[in-house]
């Protein structure tokens, strides 16, 4: 129960912070657009100002850009204002993701995130190409001398990658 203070009386009420502005994502770590991240990444979102405490992790999401969500933990910094997103396993290679950031999240004042916030990666590709058929098959008898040789990669591969070592007959 609280009382009022008889006239005259000064009353302190500490700092007084007034806060007018809608917290905003200052940075997401990987950047939109990222290409390359190390499979055992992290996900990082820089806010304005600290978010409330009432923070529920369906605010963010971080799914497959195909559509499936990853389960990940969330990790709060002490002054609130990074959180910090580590899938339960590590990245799929050569695979594209999205972070979402909802307008459900919400500042100390109750003030929510003026507008949705997206931003996509990819990771690295991890698992070099692998041949997947050749003809004439391996071991193969009678070949015909004019025969045209066919090499079936797992996944594009660029012609200068095919040169000295990498491929022989």
């Known amino acids: 129960s609280g009382s009022l203070a008889p006239a005259g009386t000064i009353l302190d009420l500490g700092t007084v912070v007034l806060d007018a502005a809608a917290p905003q994502v200052v940075a997401l770590a990987p950047g939109d657009g990222a290409l390359g991240v190390a499979l055992g990444s992290t996900v990082r979102i820089d806010f304005s100002e600290p978010i409330s405490t009432g923070y529920q992790s369906n605010w963010v999401e971080l799914r497959r850009l195909s559509g499936s969500l990853v389960a990940a933990s969330s990790t709060w910094s002490a002054d609130r204002r990074t959180l910090t997103l ?7 290679s050569f695979t594209s993701y999205q972070v979402k ?3 459900w999240v919400m500042d100390l004042a109750q003030r929510h995130l003026a507008s949705l916030v997206q931003g996509t990666f990819t990771t690295l590709d991890a698992i ?11 071991n193969a008898k009678n070949v015909p001398v004019d ?8 996944e594009a591969v660029t012609l200068e990658s095919l040169s000295g070592v990498a491929l022989q007959l």
Do not use: D, I, N
């Not at 580590?86 to 799929?92: E, I, K, S, V």
């Not at 025969?147 to 797992?154: A, C, E, L, T």
């Open 86 to 92: 580590t899938p339960a396993l590590p990245f799929a």
């Open 101 to 103: 950031v909802t307008t």
């Open 147 to 154: 025969v045209q040789f066919r090499v079936v990669f797992s």
């Open 128 to 138: 070099p190409p692998q041949v997947s058929s050749t003809l004439p098959v391996q």
